[in-house]
Structure formats: structure tokens, C-alpha cells
């Protein structure tokens, strides 16, 4: 009666899933920052000639957005949203097994990874420049997408955890409404992604040529 009552009120659901599924959150937050340091600390790993090289490539792109070129929005939409749902697509997909366990756990700790890296090179290279550059082409859709990734990771964690209780350990539990609300939820972070990259294709890109001009001249 529990179960039922939670699925017909969906806000009980929702709440109810994410207070039995706290430590999950914890765990899998905790991952991703350690991820996100370990990037930051890569930067220091590269070697002198590597640091040169991406910034005579990031320093053309400033130059070059400098100077009028012209970005396609929708293009970078495209690409943005279709980047993003490879990704939660991956994720649904490993929580479907249980060997997928694990993989999730090592595509956010990757995303982590991506953030802290670039993040960290733009400071470490470009000072308070490389940061303001990082808070207007960076954060803003990542205050979306990381959340967004998190839930669809915790959402996946939670369903490969429920088949290996109930359907090899204990072989009871009906699977239907599990797998409806993850699909569910899967669906619906992807609306989220969405709107994020509605952001980076439109948005992003035009704060991005505002940033530049002060940009175009460090390297």
C-alpha cells in the first residue's frame, strides 16, 4: 500500500526516493569532487610544451571570437544536447546491469575530472582572466548538468541495487514501478539537459564574445 500510495502522489515519490537515497547523493557528490580536484591537479602534470601549445590554441579562439567570428548557435546546440544525453544515455543504460555499477561511479567521477581540469588550467594559465572566463563559458550550464547527471547516477545506482536485492538475493518485488520512475526520472533531468543546452547554444556564446576582448591580448 506504501508503494502504491507513493507512486500515485508523484511528489511523495520523488521525495521519498531521494530521503531513502541520501547516502547515495553523499557518495556519489564526494566522488565527483574528488574528481574535480584530481583535474585541478593534473594541470600540474603537463609539461611545459603541452601548456604552450593549448594556450596558442585557446589565445587563437579568443583572437578569433575577438574579431567577429561568427558561432552557430544552433550547431553548438546540437552538439551540446547531443553530448549531454550520450551521457545520461550511458548511465541509464549501466543501471539497467549490475555490472554497470561501477561504471557509473567512473562516469562521474570523469565528469569531475573534465570540470577540474579545465577549470584549473584556465586559473593556473590565465589568472583571474582564466576564472572570469571559466564562470561565464563553465559554470553556468554546469549548474545544471552536474545536478542533473548526479540524480540520473544516484537514479541508476538505486535500480541496479534494487535488482540485485530483489531479483537475485531475495527473488521477490515487482519491477514495474521501479523502473517507471527511473525512467522517469531519466526523462525528465533530460528536459533539464535541455534547457542547459539551450544555454550553451544561444546564451552561453554571446557572454562568451562580451568576456573575450580582454581575453584576446594574453598570449
Not at 3 to 22: D, H, S, V, Y
Amino acid at each position: 500500500m506504501r508503494e502504491r500510495g507513493g507512486m500515485m502522489n508523484g511528489k511523495l515519490t520523488m521525495k521519498q526516493f531521494m530521503k531513502e537515497n541520501l547516502s547515495l547523493y553523499v557518495f556519489v557528490s564526494v566522488l565527483f569532487v574528488i574528481g574535480v580536484v584530481f583535474g585541478a591537479v593534473m594541470v600540474n602534470a603537463l609539461s611545459l610544451e603541452q601548456k604552450q601549445e593549448m594556450s596558442r590554441y585557446l589565445g587563437s579562439f579568443f583572437q578569433e571570437v575577438n574579431g567577429g567570428m561568427q558561432i552557430e548557435g544552433g550547431q553548438s546546440f546540437q552538439q551540446a544536447f547531443g553530448m549531454h544525453m550520450k551521457w545520461i544515455l550511458l548511465i541509464w543504460l549501466f543501471g539497467l546491469s549490475v555490472i554497470g555499477l561501477p561504471l557509473v561511479l567512473i562516469l562521474d567521477f570523469l565528469k569531475g575530472v573534465l570540470i577540474g581540469f579545465t577549470v584549473g588550467y584556465l586559473v593556473a594559465q590565465f589568472s583571474w582572466k582564466g576564472m572570469l572566463f571559466a564562470l561565464v563559458s563553465v559554470a553556468p550550464q554546469n549548474l545544471i548538468v552536474i545536478p542533473a547527471l548526479l540524480i540520473c547516477s544516484v537514479s541508476a545506482m538505486a535500480f541496479s541495487i534494487y535488482i540485485i536485492k530483489n531479483r537475485f538475493i531475495q527473488r521477490r518485488g515487482a519491477i514495474y514501478h521501479p523502473f517507471m520512475r527511473y525512467v522517469s526520472i531519466t526523462l525528465l533531468m533530460g528536459v533539464f539537459l535541455f534547457a542547459a543546452a539551450l544555454w550553451e547554444g544561444y546564451v552561453s556564446l554571446d557572454v562568451i564574445k562580451w568576456v573575450t576582448p580582454m581575453l584576446a591580448g594574453i598570449n
